[in-house]
């Protein structure tokens, strides 16, 4: 389709090929966990396994981009890969089906494409600067939009902190940031928010979010009138949500 550009799909192809190995060790992952050390060593292994291969697919294809994972340091000026090669990697530990490998692009200090994909249940979801998010589907791809929810009584919300939790209808500590923000950015979570997270959590979905429609601001940020990016990348503290939300929640944990 005319939205997937060639960029986005090469990213998307190697996400997918990447991920093929924690298909096959999530289907052993339980037979495993009887054994306290035995599953915590074959979940390394399948880590640094994706890790390689992810890395290995995007060089293979864009050799002139760096490969760049948690708090690695990035090139100056140059276009990366920022990859996340398992986020929710204690949860892919314990057989729950939540948890994903992601990659965005990064050029010019600006996320231009990214691809968040869960194994577990062959979800798809990518989005590319200026042409919308999506999440893949087998004839049409689903066009992703943020929840329209603009009261926090009303909001599911991805968070841990104690201020949300009384003020909204529900929140919920995944243990996949990466996977909430395109939940995000489907309008199944209604915000998210995260703090001190590397970059390579936050990227991909980050996109997700504003291709979808939302905002994203950086918890500490005195003025939201405008976003700061660079700023959530550079601290890993993150609010996502609809801009009506997203202020609501700024305001919450900046009393």
């Given at each position: 389709m005319s939205y997937i550009s060639t960029n986005l799909n090469f990213l998307m192809t190697a996400v997918k090929k990447a991920a093929g190995s924690l298909s096959r060790d999530f289907n052993e992952i339980e037979q495993l966990q009887s054994s306290l050390r035995g599953h915590q060593e074959f979940a390394k292994a399948a880590y640094a396994r994706v890790s390689k291969d992810l890395r290995a697919e995007l060089q293979k294809g864009r050799p002139n981009y760096a490969v760049v994972a948690g708090?690695?340091?990035?090139p100056a000026k140059a276009p990366y890969f920022l990859i996340s090669p398992l986020d929710g990697l204690l949860n892919f530990m314990h057989g729950i089906p939540y948890f994903a490998v992601s990659a965005a692009v990064v050029e010019n200090d600006v996320v231009t494409a990214a691809a968040i994909y869960n194994p577990a249940t062959s979800d798809m979801y990518f989005a590319e600067k200026g042409k919308g998010a999506f999440k893949e589907g087998y004839r049409n791809h689903e066009r992703l939009r943020v929840s329209v929810r603009k009261d926090m009584a009303d909001a599911l919300v991805g968070a841990k902190d104690s201020a949300l939790q009384y003020a909204a209808a529900g929140v919920?500590?995944?243990?996949?940031?990466?996977?909430?923000?395109?939940?995000?950015?489907?309008?199944?979570?209604?915000?998210v928010v995260s703090a001190e997270n590397t970059p390579d959590t936050i990227a991909a979905g980050m996109l997700l979010v504003k291709e979808a429609g939302g905002s994203v601001y950086e918890q500490n940020q005195k003025d939201i009138r405008s976003e700061d990016l660079a700023s959530v990348l550079a601290s890993g503290n993150v609010i996502a949500a609809n801009a009506v939300l997203g202020k609501k929640v700024h305001e919450l944990l900046n009393k």
């Amino acid at each position: 389709m005319s939205y997937i550009s060639t960029n986005l799909n090469f990213l998307m192809t190697a996400v997918k090929k990447a991920a093929g190995s924690l298909s096959r060790d999530f289907n052993e992952i339980e037979q495993l966990q009887s054994s306290l050390r035995g599953h915590q060593e074959f979940a390394k292994a399948a880590y640094a396994r994706v890790s390689k291969d992810l890395r290995a697919e995007l060089q293979k294809g864009r050799p002139n981009y760096a490969v760049v994972a948690g708090a690695e340091n990035v090139p100056a000026k140059a276009p990366y890969f920022l990859i996340s090669p398992l986020d929710g990697l204690l949860n892919f530990m314990h057989g729950i089906p939540y948890f994903a490998v992601s990659a965005a692009v990064v050029e010019n200090d600006v996320v231009t494409a990214a691809a968040i994909y869960n194994p577990a249940t062959s979800d798809m979801y990518f989005a590319e600067k200026g042409k919308g998010a999506f999440k893949e589907g087998y004839r049409n791809h689903e066009r992703l939009r943020v929840s329209v929810r603009k009261d926090m009584a009303d909001a599911l919300v991805g968070a841990k902190d104690s201020a949300l939790q009384y003020a909204a209808a529900g929140v919920r500590v995944s243990g996949c940031l990466s996977l909430d923000l395109a939940y995000t950015a489907s309008g199944k979570l209604d915000a998210v928010v995260s703090a001190e997270n590397t970059p390579d959590t936050i990227a991909a979905g980050m996109l997700l979010v504003k291709e979808a429609g939302g905002s994203v601001y950086e918890q500490n940020q005195k003025d939201i009138r405008s976003e700061d990016l660079a700023s959530v990348l550079a601290s890993g503290n993150v609010i996502a949500a609809n801009a009506v939300l997203g202020k609501k929640v700024h305001e919450l944990l900046n009393k």
